[in-house]
Protein backbone atom coordinates (compact mmCIF):
# COMPACT_ATOMS: atom_id res chain seq x y z
CA UNK A 1 0.00 0.00 0.00
CA UNK A 2 1.49 3.45 -1.21
CA UNK A 3 1.44 5.54 2.79
CA UNK A 4 3.50 8.40 2.14
CA UNK A 5 4.95 8.02 5.81
CA UNK A 6 8.01 9.11 6.82
CA UNK A 7 9.96 5.42 7.03
CA UNK A 8 8.88 4.49 3.52
CA UNK A 9 6.36 5.05 1.22
CA UNK A 10 5.42 2.29 0.72
CA UNK A 11 3.88 -0.13 3.27
CA UNK A 12 3.88 -4.41 3.27
CA UNK A 13 1.57 -6.40 4.87
CA UNK A 14 -1.95 -6.54 5.98
CA UNK A 15 -4.41 -3.32 7.10
CA UNK A 16 -6.64 -4.87 10.14
CA UNK A 17 -8.81 -3.23 11.95
CA UNK A 18 -8.82 -4.04 15.87
CA UNK A 19 -10.70 -3.46 19.08
CA UNK A 20 -8.58 -3.73 22.26
CA UNK A 21 -11.55 -3.97 25.24
CA UNK A 22 -10.20 -4.26 28.49
CA UNK A 23 -6.52 -5.32 27.13
CA UNK A 24 -7.55 -7.94 24.68
CA UNK A 25 -7.61 -7.15 21.08
CA UNK A 26 -10.32 -8.29 18.51
CA UNK A 27 -9.54 -8.53 14.77
CA UNK A 28 -13.05 -7.37 13.06
CA UNK A 29 -11.68 -6.79 9.88
CA UNK A 30 -8.27 -7.35 7.65
CA UNK A 31 -7.48 -7.37 4.18
CA UNK A 32 -4.87 -6.35 2.34
CA UNK A 33 -6.15 -4.05 0.38
CA UNK A 34 -6.93 -0.16 1.20
CA UNK A 35 -10.01 0.39 2.82
CA UNK A 36 -11.09 3.23 4.90
CA UNK A 37 -11.18 2.74 8.48
CA UNK A 38 -13.74 5.25 9.46
CA UNK A 39 -16.53 3.41 7.69
CA UNK A 40 -16.03 0.49 10.10
CA UNK A 41 -17.02 2.24 12.97
CA UNK A 42 -20.29 1.00 12.96
CA UNK A 43 -19.58 -2.57 12.15
CA UNK A 44 -16.93 -2.52 15.37
CA UNK A 45 -19.48 -1.39 17.90
CA UNK A 46 -22.25 -3.64 16.90
CA UNK A 47 -19.57 -6.66 16.57
CA UNK A 48 -18.81 -5.21 20.70
CA UNK A 49 -22.17 -5.50 21.32
CA UNK A 50 -22.58 -8.86 20.03
CA UNK A 51 -19.59 -10.21 21.65
CA UNK A 52 -20.33 -8.74 25.39
CA UNK A 53 -24.33 -7.89 25.18
CA UNK A 54 -24.13 -4.37 25.43
CA UNK A 55 -22.64 -1.45 23.56
CA UNK A 56 -19.10 0.57 25.13
CA UNK A 57 -19.47 3.31 27.37
CA UNK A 58 -16.92 5.24 25.61
CA UNK A 59 -14.89 4.56 21.93
CA UNK A 60 -11.65 6.73 21.83
CA UNK A 61 -10.01 5.95 18.20
CA UNK A 62 -8.24 7.68 16.02
CA UNK A 63 -9.01 10.65 14.03
CA UNK A 64 -9.92 8.98 11.49
CA UNK A 65 -13.03 7.94 12.65
CA UNK A 66 -14.48 10.96 13.59
CA UNK A 67 -16.59 11.79 10.88
CA UNK A 68 -20.16 13.22 11.12
CA UNK A 69 -22.07 9.68 10.12
CA UNK A 70 -20.14 7.78 12.91
CA UNK A 71 -20.52 10.78 15.60
CA UNK A 72 -24.70 11.23 14.91
CA UNK A 73 -24.25 6.81 14.89
CA UNK A 74 -22.37 7.04 17.87
CA UNK A 75 -25.26 9.72 19.61
CA UNK A 76 -28.25 7.47 18.78
CA UNK A 77 -26.59 4.92 20.47
CA UNK A 78 -25.93 7.32 23.84
CA UNK A 79 -21.98 6.55 22.92
CA UNK A 80 -19.41 9.11 24.08
CA UNK A 81 -16.01 9.88 22.33
CA UNK A 82 -12.88 10.91 22.83
CA UNK A 83 -13.16 13.07 19.09
CA UNK A 84 -11.85 16.39 18.70
CA UNK A 85 -15.26 18.90 19.05
CA UNK A 86 -16.50 20.09 15.39
CA UNK A 87 -17.99 23.81 14.64
CA UNK A 88 -17.30 26.89 16.60
CA UNK A 89 -15.83 26.34 20.01
CA UNK A 90 -18.29 26.40 22.79
CA UNK A 91 -19.00 29.91 24.72
CA UNK A 92 -17.76 28.63 28.12
CA UNK A 93 -15.22 30.22 30.57
CA UNK A 94 -11.39 29.44 29.93
CA UNK A 95 -11.32 27.19 32.58
CA UNK A 96 -13.95 24.94 31.80
CA UNK A 97 -12.40 24.45 28.67
CA UNK A 98 -9.27 23.90 29.22
CA UNK A 99 -10.72 20.87 31.60
CA UNK A 100 -12.52 19.46 28.84
CA UNK A 101 -9.99 19.61 26.82
CA UNK A 102 -7.33 17.47 29.34
CA UNK A 103 -9.89 15.30 29.78
CA UNK A 104 -10.30 14.27 25.90
CA UNK A 105 -6.01 14.49 25.84
CA UNK A 106 -6.10 11.94 28.81
CA UNK A 107 -8.80 9.39 27.04
CA UNK A 108 -7.17 9.91 23.56
CA UNK A 109 -3.91 8.84 25.49
CA UNK A 110 -5.20 5.29 25.88
CA UNK A 111 -4.87 4.67 22.70
CA UNK A 112 -1.34 4.33 22.73
CA UNK A 113 -2.00 0.51 24.04
CA UNK A 114 -3.47 -0.34 20.31
CA UNK A 115 -0.70 1.12 18.93
CA UNK A 116 1.83 -0.36 20.67
CA UNK A 117 0.28 -3.71 20.31
CA UNK A 118 0.60 -3.14 16.25
CA UNK A 119 4.18 -2.08 16.83
CA UNK A 120 4.84 -5.12 18.99
CA UNK A 121 3.31 -7.74 16.66
CA UNK A 122 5.01 -5.90 13.42
CA UNK A 123 8.61 -6.11 15.49
CA UNK A 124 8.34 -9.23 17.31
CA UNK A 125 6.01 -11.51 14.89
CA UNK A 126 6.82 -10.09 11.73
CA UNK A 127 3.23 -9.49 11.06
CA UNK A 128 3.59 -6.77 8.64
CA UNK A 129 4.99 -9.56 5.88
CA UNK A 130 2.21 -12.36 6.39
CA UNK A 131 3.42 -15.35 4.86
CA UNK A 132 0.45 -17.83 5.33
CA UNK A 133 -1.14 -18.23 1.33
CA UNK A 134 -3.77 -20.86 2.17
CA UNK A 135 -7.36 -19.32 1.70
CA UNK A 136 -7.76 -16.21 4.53
CA UNK A 137 -4.54 -17.51 6.26
CA UNK A 138 -2.76 -13.89 6.66
CA UNK A 139 -6.44 -13.61 9.51
CA UNK A 140 -5.37 -16.76 10.79
CA UNK A 141 -1.89 -15.58 11.30
CA UNK A 142 -2.76 -11.99 12.81
CA UNK A 143 -5.13 -14.03 15.15
CA UNK A 144 -2.37 -15.91 16.03
CA UNK A 145 0.12 -13.37 16.49
CA UNK A 146 2.46 -15.60 15.02
CA UNK A 147 4.73 -15.96 11.65
CA UNK A 148 5.16 -19.72 10.84
CA UNK A 149 8.14 -19.87 8.04
Avoid: C
Avoid at 32 to 37: N, S, T
Avoid at 76 to 96: C, E, M, N, V, W
Amino acid sequence: MIRGKEKGSVEFGIKAHVALVDGYAFLDHAQFYPFHEGNLLPDSVQAHFNRFGQYPNTIVADQLYATRTNRTWLKDRSITHAFKPIGKPPDIPQQQAKAQKSKRRKLNNSRNAIEGLFGHLKSRFKLDRTTWLVENGHEFQVRLGRNYY
